[in-house]
């Protein structure tokens, strides 16, 4: 028995999980397959955007 056919909202995922796979993919290819450095470029860029859009808890701003 075959396996059931896909529906929209799967196929969609398919296709979003295989481009951020290419994606990470790509990065590790350009750190020379160093998974650390990749990683480490990553945390980097967050920490980066965290501190261009976060505003309150994020940086210290707002009190419990």
């Known amino acids: 028995m075959g396996q059931p056919a896909r529906t929209a909202g799967e196929e969609h ?3 979003e999980q295989a481009a951020l796979d290419a994606r990470i993919d790509r990065l590790v290819e350009a750190h020379g397959g160093d998974w650390r450095a990749a990683i480490e470029v990553m945390l980097i860029a967050l920490d ?3 501190e261009q859009i976060a505003y309150g ?8």
């Open 48 to 50: 980066y955007r965290t």
């Open 13 to 15: 995922f398919a296709a």
């Open 57 to 64: 808890f994020v940086r210290g701003r707002l009190q419990r």
